[in-house]
């Protein structure tokens, strides 16, 4: 990721840069007035400008610390930026991604990196938040989400490694952490990334991407929704800022915006000065100079256009200095709200939303697996800004670079619901009574807790408990013994599944075919044993019994042989 230089050109020192840009802008000036001159005597064009300041960062959503000290260099794609507007009224969208990627290297930062930043804080331009790697806010909008989709967490990429004891309660929002030489105080989620900006709120979204429903969304979250021209239908495109509905706004001219990014990226003085006098020309006929309070425009520059220009500051110096045209900050240009405009439906399209669906419902179901570790958090915050950096701009500048991004998302997401598995098993042998083996694989970074369901499909063995809990540490396996007993000899199916303590399955169910084994001692031999011995004991009760029955008949028949002797005396 290592900055672009510039092709053909000399490279010059900062100081040497500026003093460049100041001459070709005056020069431009001085022959692009008598073009223009005839519009002294008209109310010159208020122009604001807008810049979004951000480069490409990784699938992780970060710069690395080698891509920082690149961008950061002298000469990297950061240093020229600032370089080209420090002090400026050019507006600068600041992609957090960047605050967030130098503050959390602390002690591994790079020098330039913290000093940028610095920099970055000392300036004078009005400033205001982009997205997260300036990602695409309508995307989510139209897939679903009920939000614009932001960081929730960085717990999982602050390493306590590489910052001091203290931790930052209340920073300086435009400063560094440190300065050099010192330990930074360690951050926290929550003021990792704080800035002062000045403009409060405002949303960039991509141009020809806003829907009426998004715009509500938007209205309510945000200060000011910056459009371009081509999403809005204005009542007069002499005025910049408007209503939409209920949503103020700020639109960007699409068409004197495309002459002024061809003006900056200029490849020599000559090819300046013709597109600059384009841009001058379409200036001066902007409408409604004439009118109380005069004209209007704002103009952006795309995604990923700001980076290999060298004419930024030499154009906006040339633009202020022309008779038809006054630079001005955005807050000027945001305040004088003029009449109402219209929205043009411009959705995404549906196959893009589809993809953007998909992550989604993959984010959805990486929340749910994420219950069953000890900090869910350090993964639902990781996998939300893959997903905020799946949908940065980036990938659209290489062809299918979007989709094979969403597809790695989405191989990251089932990737990690594997994570935590019940290991393949061979057939187990079991006896009468005993555990079940069963064997846990963690390959997350923290401890898991799940609970064991096994499922036998005979009535052979009985599992005694269903819901049996296990702890697995970091990157490790254990056995769990479930309990069970055997009724008879014989081949048993068991499934075996896992579910988190939010009732949440976990990994896929596997079966196991067990081979029971079961000794003299099993319930089934018992009750045999008993049978035959209750059988023995009857037997013997029977024959008791009938004895007495017999014995007591004799006594009987003799008691009544005697009796009829003692009735008849004499008979002899």
């Known amino acids: 990721m290592a900055a672009e230089r510039i092709t053909g050109l000399p490279v010059f020192s900062t100081p040497s840069r500026v003093v460049l840009a100041a001459v070709i802008g005056l020069v431009g000036a001085t022959l692009s007035v008598p073009a223009n001159a005839s519009a002294a005597t008209s109310t010159p064009v208020s122009v604001g400008v807008v810049i979004p300041l951000s480069v490409q960062g990784g699938r992780d959503g970060f710069i690395d610390a080698p891509a920082l000290a690149e961008y950061t260099s002298p ?43 610095d920099r970055l804080g000392t300036l004078d331009n009005e400033t205001f938040a982009l997205s997260y790697a300036d990602s695409d806010v309508t995307a989510g909008l139209q897939a679903g989400s009920t939000e614009v989709i932001a960081p929730t967490s960085f717990d ?46 405002v949303v960039w979204p991509q141009v ?46 699409d068409d004197i915006s495309a002459l002024f990014a061809a003006t900056i990226h200029a490849e020599t003085s000559t090819d300046w000065q013709q597109s600059f006098d384009e841009l001058a ?33 030499a154009t906006l110096t040339a633009l202020d200095n022309l008779a038809s045209a006054n630079t001005v900050p955005f807050s000027q240009l945001s305040d004088a709200r003029v009449g109402d405009a219209t929205l043009v439906e411009s959705p995404h399209t549906d196959v893009r939303i589809g993809l953007v669906r998909s992550m989604l419902d993959a984010e959805k179901s990486d929340a749910a697996f994420a219950t069953v570790a000890e900090n869910p958090e350090l993964i639902t915050g990781d996998f939300r800004i893959r997903l905020i950096a799946a949908m940065a701009p980036q990938w659209n500048r290489y062809p299918g670079g979007w989709g094979a991004e969403v597809r790695n998302y989405l191989t990251d997401s089932i990737t990690l619901r594997s994570s935590v598995s019940i290991a393949r098993s061979s057939d187990l042998i079991f006896g009468d009574r005993g555990s079940i083996p069963i064997y846990v694989n963690n390959e997350l970074d923290q401890p898991v807790t799940v609970y064991i369901a096994v499922e036998p499909l005979s009535p052979v063995l009985t599992v005694e408990d269903q819901n049996f809990e296990v702890v697995v540490e970091p990157q490790s396996q254990r056995r769990a013994q479930i309990p069970a007993v055997s009724r008879s000899n014989g081949e048993v199916a068991i499934g075996i599944s896992m579910h988190s303590g ?18 003299w001692e099993t319930p089934t031999i018992t009750i045999l044993g008993i049978a035959v011995f ?39």
Do not use: C
């Open 534 to 572: 209750a059988m023995f004991v009857f037997g013997i009760v029977r024959s008791i019994r009938r004895r007495r029955k017999l014995k007591a008949e004799l006594a009987a028949e003799s008691a009544n042989a005697s009796a009829h002797t003692t009735a008849e005396p004499g008979t002899e």
């Open 281 to 313: 020309s379409a200036v001066a006929r902007v409408p409604g100079r004439s009118t109380s309070g005069g004209a209007s425009i704002l103009l952006g520059i795309d995604r990923g256009g700001f980076d290999t220009e060298t004419r930024l500051r």
């Open 156 to 201: 999982f990429a602050i390493d306590p490694a590489l910052f001091g004891t203290e931790v930052v309660e209340t920073p300086d929002p435009e400063q560094t952490p440190a300065g050099p030489g010192e330990t930074p105080a360690l951050p926290t989620s929550e003021n990792l990334l704080d800035w002062n900006y000045s403009l409060g709120t």
């Open 502 to 519: 939010a009732d949440v399955p976990i990994g896929t169910k596997k079966w196991v075919t067990v081979n029971v084994q079961a000794g």
């Open 75 to 117: 000469t990297g794609l950061l240093t020229r930026e600032l370089d080209s507007v420090a002090n400026t009224d050019v507006a600068i969208g600041i992609d957090p991604m960047i605050i967030a990627s130098i503050r959390l290297l602390g002690t591994s930062a790079p020098e330039s990196a913290t000093a940028w930043l």
């Open 208 to 253: 020809n991407t806003v829907t009426s429903d998004d715009l509500a969304i938007l209205g309510a979250s945000y200060d000011t929704t910056i459009l371009n021209s081509g999403n809005v239908k204005r009542p007069s495109t002499g005025v910049a800022a408007s209503t939409v509905g209920t949503t103020a706004t700020v639109v960007t001219d």
